[in-house]
């Protein structure tokens, strides 16, 4: 699709990426679910700060149904794509919040 990615399996991870590299994302994609009880939200949030970039679009992943997490990411702004996701909804996705 012509992208270029960093993946990382935390925040702590795609921030020393990003700065061992200079990359800055016009895009972040994250699982809802992470590590040591995290969340894609908090870490969106927090790699926007590091960036200082309150701008970065966000996509969030979860194939969780609860009605407390798809509030929250609701109110965070961020689009949900429920798993599994297909590639064609991602990508048209990804187009919308880049244009």
């Keep these: 699709w012509n992208c270029d990615v960093i993946s990382a399996e935390s925040k702590e991870d795609a921030c020393q990426a990003m700065q061992n590299s200079g ?3 016009d895009l972040i994609i994250s699982d809802y679910r992470l590590k040591d009880n995290k969340n894609g939200v908090d870490a969106v949030n927090d790699i926007k700060e590091f960036l ?8 969030i992943i979860s194939g969780d149904t609860e009605p407390a997490r798809l509030k929250e990411v609701a109110l965070s702004g961020y689009e949900l794509l429920h798993k599994p996701v297909k590639p064609a909804q991602l990508r048209i996705l990804m187009q919308k919040k880049l244009s």
């Design 23 to 25: 990359f800055s994302p």
């Design 52 to 59: 200082k970039d309150d701008q970065i679009a966000a996509i």
